[in-house]
């Protein structure tokens, strides 16, 4: 039998399998053996051991397409970044963060900004301006509202989705609103779930449709980027890819050499400042780190 890990803590993994429900697993020792941890997100296939009481135990994992360290994920399609527009206003530097972060693991971002219910349209228009020029999918919800709700819902379906983003900004009532409708299903995951043995918050996957599931990641709140080699990080702007080898110089970082074509394109506004400043200031920490 084949499902996916939904939730995994203290050596008990629940593995949502379509149709049957979820069920709680051990892992093989053979997993503790080879080094390999089951992580929350992981396909994997299981046996049964008591039908009844939905128990089995994880005998395979299968291949992973991508994971995550901070939150420890596996097989994610895409991140959904929710910011609010207002109240709070956007952290633009995190933003980035966030983006970067996706970009460096290759996992494709689709950018959400809630509130729009309290927000002006010119906020709506500045936010328009900055993120759509990068190639991003942009989507401007109200969870209180219920405004795109629906469209969101379309752009989920059928993939796995890690929802990233600060705190405050609605995550947990977009969700709410995205889970209604499959009530059923999530109640009786969540009472396996919670039957007492654990109250911490850990990343887990929330079903919304037969085959589409969001992971709210609590780990995602604060970031840092440390992981990347400074002379990648350009290539976690989509934006500068326009200009690659339009550069004076051969593997130009678009800091201080002269004739760069992404600074040129900053200067006459086809690459949005703000961006550019957050790339240098990134640029520059990651600098910093690898001098130590």
Do not use: W
């Not at 997993?31 to 008591?50: A, Q, S, W, Y």
């Not at 395979?60 to 895409?78: C, G, H, M, T, Y």
Request: glycine share 8%; hydrophobic share 35%; proline share 4%.
């Amino acid at each position: 039998m084949q499902g996916k890990i939904v939730k995994g803590i203290a050596g008990f993994y629940y593995v949502h399998v379509v149709e049957s429900g979820v069920y709680e697993c051990k892992a093989k020792g053979v997993f503790r053996k080879d080094g390999i941890k089951p992580l929350v997100g992981d396909d994997v296939e299981m046996e049964v051991t008591h039908e009844k009481d939905m128990e089995g135990n994880i005998t395979k994992i299968l291949p992973r397409k991508n994971s995550l360290i901070r939150p420890a994920v596996a097989n994610i399609d895409q991140a959904l970044v929710v910011f609010a527009v207002t109240k709070p206003r956007p952290h633009f530097n995190l933003l980035d963060r966030f983006l970067v972060m996706m970009e460096s693991a290759d996992i494709p971002a689709v950018l959400c900004f809630n509130k729009t219910d309290i927000a002006e349209d010119p906020e709506i228009a500045e936010l328009r301006n900055i993120y759509e020029g990068c190639g991003y999918p942009l989507i401007f919800t109200s969870a209180k509202e219920e405004q795109n709700i629906e469209e969101l819902r379309h752009i989920l379906e059928g993939k796995t989705t890690a929802v990233a983003g600060p705190s405050g900004v609605g995550k947990s009532s977009l969700i709410n609103r995205l889970q209604s409708g499959v009530q059923m299903e999530t109640g009786s995951i969540s009472r396996k779930i919670e039957r007492g043995r654990h109250t911490t918050r850990h990343s887990e996957l929330i079903v919304i449709g037969s085959d589409s599931y969001i992971m709210d990641t609590p780990g995602f709140s604060s970031l840092y980027v440390n992981d990347l080699e400074k002379e990648s990080l350009k290539y976690c702007f989509p934006e500068f890819g326009t200009y690659e080898g339009k550069c004076r110089f051969n593997g130009c970082d678009h800091i201080h050499e002269p004739g760069c074509a992404v600074k040129e394109a900053v200067e006459s506004g086809r690459i949005h400042r703000m961006r550019y400043e957050d790339y240098t200031e990134i640029y520059r920490e990651l600098q910093e780190r690898k001098r130590y």
